[in-house]
C-alpha cells in the first residue's frame, strides 16, 4: 500500500516581471511546469494513494490558464492511474473566506467520469472535514482542510488497516519562529498529529520537506512559491534539504522515500560581500566576479547577492550599466545593498562616537572570557566571528519566515 | 349543671337522635359552632359502663317561643328600635345538631342517650378522632395536619401515616378555589411535617413536585419573610420546625432557544441549584405515545414504532437498503437512518420495506421528528441526557420539577415519564427511598372525569389504584374536585378541602355534608381546612400554618429572573458553575471554533454540565470539534456526479 505525498501547488504563482512569449507570468508558468513534472514523476512511480495537503492553487479565485493547467495535469494522473484515488485537502489558498465563494477544487471532483464503481477519482475536502473509507486499498483517509486548529476531532478510524490524516495547516514549533505566542491559537499542537493509530500524517502549509515525527510529515512545495523565497532556501539548508520533492510511503513497511523534484530554474542566494571600507570601483568588481562563478552561468536564474556595510554615497556610484546587463540576462537579480550602522550620540552627552558593531562586542568578550586552558582563545574568537557573520546573513531573510504559504 | 356542662342532649320525635347524630341545647353564650367538638357523658350505664359519645357539630338552630313573626310586630308596636324596652325578654334557644364521631364503648352501637353535653379538651379531640391508636405509644405514626381550635381549646389532628402514605390508604386530594394559596400552601405544609414526623421505621421518604404554573414552587428552599406570631406558635404546637426546606433539588428543561433554563428561578444568587432536565430518543421514545395522537397512529404506524424501538433504536442496524451500518441513538441518528432508508427505497422502487409501507414510514418519520421540534428545551436532537437522580434520592428531600414554561405535550411527557420512572424504580425497591410523594396541582387538567382517556390520565388513575402498594403517593389539588376522575378522588384516602366556590359544593359530591358545613366551607379563611380522613367520622375544621417558605410571588420579588442572556453570556454562566474562574473572553475564544452553528454550542454546554470534567473548558472546547463520519468511497454502483445538487451554491 504505497502512498504518495504532495502538497502546496500554488498553481497560479505570479512573481517578478517577466513574461513568456505567450504573456504568461514566468514564474507562473515555472510552477504549473513544476507540476507538470511532478505528474510525470507520479505516473512513473505509480502510487496506490495520492493525498494532497492544500494550496493546490495560489489564490481563491485562480485564472482560467490555472484552472486549465490544472484540470489537465490532473486528468493525466487520473487516466493514467485509473485505480488509484486522489484526495486533497483544501489549504488556506484555496478556501474562500466568505460564504458566496465555493471553492474551486470541488470542480476537479465532479468534473471527470466517475470510475467503475461509482466514485470520483479525486476527493475533496474544502468547507468540512472528510473521512473517506477505501475498503479495496484497506484505508481511511480523514481529510481535514484548513480550519482553526482544535475544531475536528482528529482521532483515527477504529475499523480501518490503514489510518491516514491529510490536514493542512501550521503544527505548533516546526516553522522557523515568526512571530511569538500570538500565533499559538492558530497552530496545531504536536500531540494532535502525533497520537497513536495513525499510520501516516500528510500535512500541508509549510513550504520546506520536514519531519515532525517518523510518520508525520510536511511535504513541502513543488517550487519556491512563498513571499520570501530566499528564507525559504535558507530554511531549506538549515534542515539540511536540497530543493523539492515529493514523499511517497509504504504503509505496510513504514519505509519512506523523498523524491526530489528538479527545479524549472536555479534559485541563487550568492555569498554576501563585505564593502565597509571598499570603493565603489571595488564593489563592482566583486559584484562582477561573485556574478561570474555562478556555475552554469546566471542566464534566466534567480540571483541575489547581499552587499553588506556599504553607505549609500558609494552605493549610488556602483556600475548600474553593469547591474542591468545582470538583471536582462537572469530571470530576476536581486542587489541587497545595506547600509553599515548608523553614528548615534551617546545618551550620556559625551562626544559623538561610533557605536561599537556586535562584532566588536563579540570579540571583546570573547576576548576577555576565562577559558579552560586547552581551548586556543584566537580559535574560540575566529569561530565565535564566522557563527556571528553566518546569523547576521540569515538576519535578513528570517525576518520573514521563508516556507509558509 | 356544673360549669364545664355546655348543654344538654334533647330528643323530640320529630328530632329523634340516632347512633349517628344527635341535637342538644346550650345557654345562649355557649362558645358553640358548626365544627365544634363535643363529649356527651351519659348517666344510665349499658352493660356496666357509662358511655360517653363525641360529635362534631354540624348544624345549628335558634328560635324563640314566637308564633309567627307578626307577633314580634305586635309587641315592638311596629318599631323594631322600641324591642330594646321589652318589659320581658322572649325564651330563645340554642339548638345545634352534630355528627357522631365516635361512641364509647363501640358496642352496642345505640341512639345517643341522654346526657350532658361538654366541649370536648384535647384528649377528648384524640379519643373523638381515634387519633389515640397512632399518635401515642410504640406505634406512633401521627402526622400534624392542623389544630383544632374551638371554644377554647386547641388540639393538635393528626393523620395517620399508614393512611397517608400507605400501605392501609393513601393519596391525598386537595380541592379550593384558586388564589386563596390554600393548595400549595397545605401541600407546603403537610410535605414539612410529614418530613419531621414521620418515624424512622417508616423508611425514607422524599417528595416530587411538580410546578405547572408561574413561581409556585421556585423558592421553597428560602425562608419566609414574614411569618406571625400566631403561625410560629402552631408550627410550636404542632412540633414542625418553621423552617424551608433543608434539601430541595430543582429541575428545569432547557428555554426553547437553549441558552437559559425555562424557569423563573434564573436570578444569578439561585441559577446554580437548578439542574436542567434533558431527555433523548431512548427516553422520549418509550413514552412516544404521549405525544402521538391517536387519529395520527393506526396499529401499521405502531407496529413501525414499535420495531424501530426493539430493533433500531440504540444498536447496530444495518440493511441493505441502507449505505452502511446505523446506530441510532438520537433524534439526529434517527432522521439520517429514515432519510437513508426512503432514499435506498426509492432507488430500488420498492414501496414495501419488511412489511411496513413507504406511506406509513413517512407517516410516522413526520410524527417522530416533531417530538424534538414540539417539544424543545426537554427533548434534545443529541441525546444528551439530564434527569433525576432515580436510584438516588435522598431521603426528606423535595425534587422540584419545573414544567410551567413548557407546552401542554411537553408538561404531559415530563408527567408520564417521571411517573414511571418513579412507579419503576420503587417497585424495584430501588429509588434510594421507600416511599415518594408526588405532587400534581391543576389534577383536573391531567386526570379530568370527562374528556379523551389519555395515557397520563390512565397512568394517574394507576397510581391512584395502586400506588399505595409501592409507596408511590400521588398528592393532587384541584380547583373543582367534581372535575376529577372519581377513580383519583375516590382513591385518595384523605381529603382536604380549602374554601369552595358554591356552585362546586352544589355538586353531587357534597351531598352528604350538611348546609351549615358547605356554609362555612364556601367561607373558610386562608390557613383552614376540612379534613377527612379514613380514622374521622366526620369531616374535621383544622388551621394549619402559613409555610415557612418564601412564596413564589415574592420570591420573584426579591429574586428577580435574570434578563435572557447572549449566547456567550449563557454559556459563559453555565460553565462557571463549574469552573468560577472561567472568563466571557475565554469562552469566546472556544466559541469561534463553532462558528455560527449554536446548537453544536449548546450541545457541547450541556454535555459539559453533565459530566462535569476537572478540566472545564478544554473539556467544552474537545465538545465542539467536529466528528466526520466516515463515507465509503466506491461503495455503490456507478453515479453520474457526487450528488451534485446538495452543494450548489446556488441552490
Known sequence: MRLLHLSDLHLGFRQYQRQTPLGINQREADVAQAFARAVDRILELAPDLIVIGGDVFHTVRPTNTAI???????????????ETPIVIAAGNHDMPRSTESACILRLFEQGFAPRADGASPILVADRAPRRLQFPRLGVSVLAVPDLPPGSVELTPDPEARYNVLVLHGEVQGVL?????????????????????????????????????????????????TSTNPWGELREERVAGRAGKGMIERDLRTGVQVVHPLAPTRPLLDLPAVDGSGRTAGELDAAIASAVAAVPGGIDGAILRLVLRDVPRHVARELDHAALREVQRRALHFHLDVRRPESVRREATGGAPGRRPTLTDALREALAARALPADVPREALVALGLRYLEDAERDEGDRLVPGGEG | MTASVLGRVVATERRPNTPHEFHFWTALDAPVGVGTIVRVESTRPVNGVLPSVY??????????????????????DGVPGSSASAPTERTEIRLYTAAVLRQVPEEPLQPVPIGTVHLATEADVQAALRMDTYVQGSDARGIPVGAYRSGGTDAAVHLDADFLL??????LAISGVSGLATKTSAVQWLLASIFTHLPARKGKVAAVCFNVKGPDLCFIDRPATRLDPADRALYDALGVPAEPFAQVRYFAPWHARGTHLATLRTHDALADSVTPLTWGLRETLQYAEVLLSREDIDAKADALIDFIKERVVDQRFEDKLLEGAHEVRAFADLERWFRELLQGMEAANQEQWRTHHIATIRKVRNRLGNISTR???????????????????????????????????????????????????????????????????????????????????????????RGRYLGLVLFGAQQF???????????????????????????????????????????????????RHPHFGQPIFVRFPRPAVLTGREGVEQFPPAEVPTLEMAVTKTLRRLDASITVGQVQDILALAGDDEEAILRARNVTLLKRPDNVLAFFSKQLRKRVAPEVVGGRGPAPLRAPATDDEYG
Open chain 1, 68 to 82: 486549465l493547467h490544472a484540470f489537465r495535469q490532473f486528468g493525466r494522473l487520473v487516466h493514467g492511474l485509473p
Open chain 1, 176 to 224: 522557523p519562529a515568526a512571530g511569538g505566542d500570538d500565533r499559538a491559537a492558530a497552530q496545531i499542537p504536536v500531540a494532535e498529529v502525533t497520537r497513536a493509530g495513525w499510520d501516516y500524517v500528510a500535512l500541508g502549509h509549510y513550504h520546506v520537506t520536514t519531519r515532525v515525527a517518523d510518520h508525520v510529515w510536511y511535504a513541502g512545495s513543488l517550487d519556491y
Open chain 2, 55 to 76: 360529635g362534631v357539630v354540624t348544624e345549628g338552630f335558634g328560635y324563640t317561643d314566637l308564633q309567627t313573626p307578626l307577633h314580634d310586630v305586635l309587641g315592638a
Open chain 2, 166 to 171: 400507605g400501605p392501609e390508604a393513601a393519596h
Open chain 2, 375 to 465: 417539544c424543545k428545551g426537554l427533548v434534545t436532537d443529541d441525546g444528551t441526557v439530564s434527569d433525576l437522580p432515580f436510584g438516588a434520592f435522598e431521603d426528606r428531600a423535595v425534587y422540584v420539577v419545573d414544567v410551567a414554561q413548557l407546552e401542554e405535550d411537553a408538561q404531559d411527557l415530563v408527567f408520564a415519564r417521571i411517573i414511571s420512572q418513579l412507579r419503576e424504580h420503587l417497585e424495584k425497591r430501588a429509588l434510594g427511598v421507600e416511599q415518594v410523594v408526588v405532587f400534581v396541582d391543576e389534577l383536573n387538567k391531567y386526570a379530568p372525569s370527562d374528556g379523551a382517556d389519555t395515557y397520563v390520565r390512565q397512568m394517574l388513575l394507576d397510581i391512584a389504584e
Open chain 2, 481 to 531: 374536585r367534581s372535575q376529577v376522575h372519581r377513580r383519583v378522588v375516590g382513591n385518595s384516602g384523605t381529603q382536604l378541602f380549602g374554601r369552595m366556590d358554591a356552585d362546586e359544593l352544589a355538586t353531587p359530591g357534597y351531598q352528604t355534608l350538611a348546609p351549615a358545613t358547605k356554609a362555612r366551607l364556601a367561607t373558610l379563611e386562608k390557613g383552614q381546612l376540612m379534613v
